[in-house]
C-alpha cells in the first residue's frame, strides 16, 4: 500500500492510501474555499456525566446531492470535488463540518456552575471506500477490504498521538434511513477527546469480571461461549467468528470478533487483516439477501481507549440495522430513547437463522 499526504484548498489534509506503487498523487485542489469552521463546544450534562457537542455549523453540510454533484467522486476538467485526484482507491480527509476539531479559536464562557464547557478538540475523517459511486462495502473486493482495514489502522495510530485523543471511534453508516447525507460508500473515523459513554459501560463490565474471575478479559470469554454454544454464530474462519448477541438490542445485529483479543485494529497481524475482509463481505451480503433490498446499517469498531484500560478492551465490530421486515423499520421510541432499555422484536437465535439462510 502507498500512502500520500497532500493539502486541500483549505488547508485540511487528504491522504491517498493506494493499492498500486506506480500511483501518483500531485493533483492540486483548485478550489477556493472558506477556512473550516472552528472547533465544536462541548457541554456536559450534570445529570448523566456524558459530554454533549454542540457544533452549529454542521447543519449547512452537504444534504443528499445528485451523483453528479457528489463530493466525494473524483474531480473532473468541469468539477472539482473534495478528491482533487481523476481515480483513487482508498481516500481519507478531515471532514469539513467537524463534529470535533483541533480549530480552537477560544475557550468558551461557563453557562452554569452546574454546566462544565470547553472546547470540542478532536478531530473527524472522512473514509472513501472506492472511487465508484454506485458501489457499496458488500460489491468491494477483499483486497481493498484490506486496503480500508490498513487505513483504518494507519489513521487510529496517527490520531492516538494528538493531543488530548482519549478515543478513535471508526464507523460506517449505510442508507438513508440511517441518516445518511452523501449516498458515496464511506464511512467516518472520530478521534474523542474523551472516552465515550457506551465505552465506559463496556469497559466496568469487564473490570467487574476480571475481578471476579482472577483477571480473565470478559469479551473473549463471552466470545469462547458463544462459538461453543453456536446457536448464534452466523459464519466462522481460521481468525474470525460472526455472531448474534445473545442479549441483542437490534432485530439484526452481529458482532465480528478476531479470536486472538487485541485492543485495537493496529494490533491485528497481516493473517487476522486478510481474513477479515472474505468473511465481513459474505456477511453484508447476508444482510442484503434477508428482504432483497439494499439493507440499512451501522458498522462501529469498538476499541479500546488511547491511554486508560486497554487490558480490558476486545476488539470487535458491531454490525446492525433497524429494519425488522421488508417493510418495518426498528424506531427508537419512549423505551430505548428515554430511558435506554431496548424492546427487541426478533429473538437473537432466529436472526441468526434467517442470517445463515440468506
Known sequence: MKRTAIALADGRELIYFDERDDAVRDQPDRRELPPPPPASQLRL?????????????????????????????????????????????????????????????????????????????????????????????????????????????DRTSALAELPGVEQVFCFENRGVEIGVTLHHPHGQIYAYPFVTPRTRALLAAARRHAERTGGRNLYADVLAAERADGDRVVAANEHWTAYVPAAARWPFEVHVAPHRPVPDIPALDD????????????????FDGLFDVPMPYIAAWHQAPVRVDRELGHLHLQLFSIRRAKDKLKYLAGSESAMGVFINDIAPERAAELLRAA
Open 45 to 153: 450534562d450534570p445529570l448523566t456525566d456524558e459530554w454533549v457537542a454542540v457544533a452549529v455549523h454542521r447543519q449547512t453540510r452537504t444534504f443528499l446531492p445528485p451523483a453528479d454533484q457528489c463530493p466525494l467522486c473524483p474531480s473532473t476538467d468541469g468539477r472539482q470535488s473534495e478528491i482533487p485526484a481523476p481515480d483513487y482507491d482508498v481516500a481519507v480527509f478531515e471532514n469539513r463540518f467537524p463534529s470535533l476539531s483541533g480549530r480552537v479559536a477560544e475557550e468558551p464562557a461557563e453557562i452554569t456552575p452546574f454546566t462544565p464547557v470547553r472546547p470540542g478538540r478532536g478531530r473527524c475523517e472522512v473514509v472513501c471506500f472506492t472511487d465508484d459511486h454506485n458501489a457499496s462495502f458488500a460489491s468491494l473486493p477483499p483486497r481493498r477490504v484490506r486496503t480500508v482495514l490498513d487505513a483504518l489502522a
Open 271 to 286: 493473517a487476522e487483516r486478510d481474513a477479515f475482509g472474505p468473511l465481513y463481505l459474505d456477511l453484508l451480503r447476508r
